[in-house]
């Protein structure tokens, strides 16, 4: 047998597995049939599998184009920078947790009665950036070909796939989607380069990304 089973110990400090345990999943919407599945990267998945051209629905076999494929990505996307511009806070306090949205004359301190917490964001800049970089892992070409992305599945899971895919295929199949992985990762790209220059703070990202 091939697939995850057999990945050797990871050589870096922290997996993908790990590092994206709470990032949201990149979830697709099918343009033939609107069936909505999670796409994680050359994988094996009960509702779609990589072709040659692209991803194919395994729901009504439509294979997304580009356009179709990266448009919904940067859509994703950009409701994930929404949200965080949204600014929902929530109380510190878990006796609380008072949920809020920012107000223009805010204090930290929690408004419930009686209450001391602290507000804090709900979906933290580290947060967006974590997304940012999590989406990014389902592209690299390496991370597929290794299978050291984050699992979508575990064994167990009602959705768990039934057949794995062999070794040999997922090295084709990443190499031809190459195009495909680039272009996705320049759309990401774009977003995450804006958030890193302008919302967060280089050195919390690296305390973050090394604790
Ligand atoms: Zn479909
Ligand atoms: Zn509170």
């Known amino acids: 047998s ?4 057999n990945l050797e110990p990871l050589e870096t400090t922290i997996s993908d597995m790990e590092r994206f345990k709470d990032s949201a999943k990149f ?9 909505l599945f999670p796409f994680g990267g050359i994988i094996a998945s009960n509702f779609y599998k990589m072709c040659y051209n692209g991803v194919q629905c395994k729901n009504c076999d439509h294979v997304f184009n580009m356009i179709q494929f990266t448009s919904q990505l940067e859509s994703v996307i950009r409701s994930h920078i929404s949200l965080y511009y949204a600014g929902w806070l929530y109380c510190d306090d878990s006796t609380c947790r008072n949920v809020t949205r920012q107000i223009s004359v805010f204090g930290k301190r929690c408004l419930n009665d009686g209450c001391t917490g602290v507000m804090q964001f709900k979906y933290t800049d580290k947060q967006l950036y974590n997304q940012l970089l999590y989406f990014n892992s389902l592209f690299d070409m390496e991370k597929n070909k290794k299978q050291l992305l984050k699992p979508l599945y575990y064994e167990g899971d009602i959705d768990y796939p039934s057949e794995q895919l062999a070794e040999s295929a997922i090295l084709a199949l990443t190499e031809q989607n190459r195009k495909l992985f680039e272009i996705s990762q320049g759309v990401i790209d774009k977003y995450l380069d804006n958030c890193g220059r302008r919302y967060v703070d280089m050195g919390a990202i690296f305390d973050f990304m090394m604790n």
Do not use: F
């Not at 091939?2 to 089973?5: N, V």
């Not at 979830?27 to 069936?35: A, F, K, Q, T, Y």
């Open 2 to 5: 091939s697939g995850i089973h």
């Open 27 to 35: 979830e697709l919407n099918c343009p033939n049939c609107s069936h």
